[in-house]
Structures are given as C-alpha cells and as structure tokens.
C-alpha cells in the first residue's frame, strides 16, 4: 500500500497541473457603474484598502472642462458604490479648474492616500492630495504639494524598506512651441509634508517620457517603463533602490502615445497593460485599441499573453494591482464614457 501510494502522489499532482492548464484567468469582468452623474470620464486608479478594493477616477463634461471632478467608488459584497465627488479644483465663488489623473495609495497601517492634480491643463496643473483614515468614507481636507511636486503622476507609488515612498512622476513643457517629456522621481517620507525631487532622468529632446509605472524585483533592483512619442515604451532602471537611475532606454514594448501600468506579481514576474499598437505617420496618437496584457520575467523581454478589449472605440490608461489574495484586479477608461473593472488570476497567465 505504500509503495502504490508513493507511485500514485506525482500522478495526482500532474493531474491538478493539468486540470488547470488552459483555463481562461478571466475572474470577471463589468463595469464600475452604469449611471453617473458626469458624461465622460478617464484616467482611473485602483487600490486594496484594509475595507476592500477602491477606485478612483475624473469625470465632468470632458476632458479639460472646469466641471471634471474626481470620483471614488467602493466596492462592497454588493457591488460597487455609487461614484461619489471626494475632490474638486474650485479655486473661489467664480473661478474653478479641471482636475486630473487621481492616484491611490494604501499605506501599510495607516492612512488611504489620494493624489490628483488640479489645473487647466499638463502644462499648468499643480499637486494635491488628500487622506481617509476609513477607507475612503470620509477624507481630510486637500493639501496643495509644493511648488513643482506633482506627487505619484498617473501610476502608484511604492515603499521602500526604509520608509520612502517614491513617486513615479512626470512633467510637460514647451519650448518654442515644441512639447517636451522628462520623468522625474519624487519621495516622502512623511506623508507628504516634506519632499525631494530627482534631476530630469531623459532630456525631453532626443527621447520624451511620461508616466512611468515602478516595478520590483527579487534581486532588489527597480524598473520604470514610461510612456512616450517615440512609439515604444521608456525603460529607466535602478540597483540602489531609487536613489540613482540609468540612462533611458527605449524597449521593444509597442506604444502609440497612450498611458499604461505595470504591477510586480508575488511569484517574481511583471505583468504590464499597454495598447500593443503604435502612433499613426505623422499623427500625435494611435489607436487605443486592442488593450492588452503581457508577462515578463526580466523586465527586457515581454510576450502578450491576453486580450481585454478588441473592438473598435477607446480602451486606455489602465490601472492595476495585485490584492493580498494574489488575484489582478485592473481598471480602465472604456470609450472615455465608463470605467471598466476586470479581475484575474495570475496562475492561469
């Protein structure tokens, strides 16, 4: 009986192996709300708080309209929350601005973090944020960063072991009517009561990026990939834990001038959400269509490995996280009108 018993032992592990072989590692997928009281909305951010999964987004009339507000939406057994308005850019009784790109951040035993930006538009926007001590129920009032501290730009931001929590950021400018990219890092300590910020990592000339995501790996070194105009993805790696970086690198991740997000899954390899297309000829964008899902384990080398959207329309700057559960869980703009919710499980990518 032993020695069956023995033989029989690989034999069922390769058939639980097997039995999970080619399952889709689609959970679910929907929308965060189908009314609203907004028309158009982009740019969300997704987060795992001590209450459950959190999202954010703007919405308003349309992109740039003073009315853009950002929204939060909790997501109970339920279902999700109605979207609720937690920030605004009223400056007094007759002058408001549009806000942008909100970005949540659960600190480990402590509060839920919210960084948005208020302005009239990327060249001119400034850094807010605000904090909830109940996972989002209530929030503080919002707290303008210092003078040229954007806070995390459009991706999260991570921690490290000794308590810095570096911001991936970026800035727009223009000189002589030519717009420039350069991705900066900045970090606090403290809750954003205090700040430094890197030097320009890319000149903005010869290569422009924007928006970098942070990923980690086993060997502690970290990675940014970053948008750009030059139809692939920015790379930017570091082997001191953010305090230095390399020089920009360009990937062979296709890029049409659309935002992305990456994630470091806890079995070691990165899982990235992009548009996999390129810039039209002579165009300022491509199409933000297909949406898509690659896998890597090295950060160099990158295969696509799901589709999430395929029609034609707008599907585009993604967020994504892994809960305490190991499971993805990832937001995104759908037609510039909702905001897409999509979950996933690692072990089937």
Not at 187 to 213: C, F, H, M, R, Y
Not at 294 to 310: P, Q, R
Request: with cysteine; glycine share 8%.
């Amino acid at each position: 009986m032993i020695t069956k018993a023995v033989k029989f032992i690989p034999v069922f592990l390769l058939l639980i192996c097997l039995s999970s072989y080619g399952q889709s590692p689609l959970v679910s997928k929907g929308f965060i709300y189908d009314e609203a009281p907004f028309k158009s909305c982009h740019a969300s951010t997704v987060v795992e708080t001590p209450y459950g999964i959190a999202a954010a987004w703007f919405g308003g009339t349309h992109e740039k309209h003073k009315d853009v507000e950002i929204y939060f939406s909790r997501k109970l057994e339920s279902g999700w929350t109605s979207p609720a308005s937690v920030a605004n850019g009223i400056q007094h009784a007759s002058k408001r601005y549009p806000t942008w790109n909100p970005v949540l951040f659960q600190m480990p035993e402590g509060p839920l973090l919210l960084f948005y930006k208020v302005g009239p538009d990327p060249r001119n926007w400034w850094g807010e944020m605000k904090e909830s001590t109940d996972g989002g129920l209530t929030w503080s009032e919002a707290r303008r960063l210092p003078e040229d501290i954007l806070g995390p730009v459009k991706n999260k931001p991570i921690l490290t072991s000794d308590g810095r929590l570096l911001c991936p950021s970026s800035k727009e400018f223009e000189v002589d009517e030519v717009d420039h990219w350069q991705v900066f890092i900045e970090e606090t300590s403290d809750l954003g009561k205090t700040w430094t910020i890197s030097k320009p990592l890319n000149d903005g000339v010869k290569t422009n990026a924007i928006q970098p995501s942070i990923l980690t790996y086993p060997d502690g070194r970290l990675q940014m990939l970053g948008r750009s105009k030059e139809n692939r993805l920015m790379s930017f790696w570091s082997n001191d834990q953010g305090n230095s970086w390399s020089e920009i690198e360009i990937t062979n991740i296709p890029n049409p001038n659309s935002g992305t997000d990456a994630v470091s899954l806890s079995d070691g390899r990165q899982l990235l959400v992009y548009n996999p297309t390129e810039r039209y000829e002579g165009k300022w964008g491509g199409p933000r269509t297909p949406l898509s899902v690659a896998i890597s384990k090295d950060g160099e080398n990158w295969e696509k490995v799901l589709d999430l959207e395929t029609e034609p329309g707008e599907y585009s700057y993604p967020a994504v996280i892994q809960s305490s559960d190991g499971k993805i869980h990832i937001t995104y703009t759908y037609k510039r009108s909702k905001v897409r919710y999509v979950v996933l499980t690692p072990e089937n990518l």
